[in-house]
T-cell receptor, first 114, second 114 residues
């Protein structure tokens, strides 16, 4: 089945540690996105990528990094510089970045601090 | 002013009633509007998209758009307990640095009680 796979489902980070969240899609979509959701809040855009080897910062990129070496994969690294990483992280994709195309989401990764 | 603002909840309706969810947005040039449903602990699921002024119906759901008033709403007829969830309004930017970016409201929690 086509879809977006995020792993792991739950992740714990120790102080000073970098952690990487995985996002893979088999929808042949060019555009991929990372969002953060805090309790009782909407989603905020961290990074997005329109094409392989290219990505742009979203509204809250500080303390995060991404790569896009393959069309199918868009991993997110939460660095030690992100002082409040506890949140629900959602990966999404769309066929291209456009002004009419909805985005579809993976099941999310819940990150907590140990 | 928030870019996308939803009526504050939570909203509680009896089973069988009509639930009305409202959203206003600030970007006058936006052309694409979406409603996502998010069950507790799960990722958002696209339930409606609307691009033109007027109503769009899909089963028990009706989305209404008024671009002049910068207002979009979602009506759920014959509400069921299974409709209990958080509903997120989302708007895609149509110009400049906002092009293709999805901005979410904070969500409205809907509870349908038997």
């Amino acid at each position: 089945d086509g879809g977006i796979t995020q792993s792991p489902k739950y992740l714990f980070r120790k102080e000073g540690q970098n952690v990487t969240l995985s996002c893979e899609q088999n929808l042949n979509h060019d555009a991929m996105y990372w969002y953060r959701q805090d309790p009782g809040q909407g989603l905020r855009l961290i990074y997005y990528s329109q094409i392989v080897n290219d990505f742009q910062k979203g509204d809250i990129a500080e303390g995060y990094s991404v790569s896009r070496e393959k069309k199918e994969s868009f991993p997110l690294t939460v660095t030690s510089a992100q002082k409040n990483p506890t949140a629900f992280y959602l990966c999404a994709s769309s066929s291209v970045v456009g002004d009419r195309l909805p985005q579809h989401f993976g099941d999310g990764t819940r990150l907590s601090i140990l | 002013q928030k870019e996308v603002e939803q009526n504050s909840g939570p909203l509680s309706v009896p089973e069988g009633a009509i639930a009305s969810l409202n959203c206003t947005y600030s970007d006058r040039v936006s052309q694409s509007f979406f409603w996502y449903r998010q069950y507790s602990g799960k990722s958002p699921e696209l339930i409606m998209s609307i691009y033109s002024n007027g109503d769009k119906e899909d089963g028990r759901f009706t989305a209404q758009l008024n671009k002049a008033s910068q207002y979009v709403s979602l009506l759920i007829r014959d509400s069921q307990p299974s409709d209990s969830a958080t509903y997120l309004c989302a708007v895609i930017g149509a110009g400049g640095t906002s092009y293709g970016k999805l901005t979410f409201g904070q969500g409205t929690i809907l509870t349908v009680h038997p």
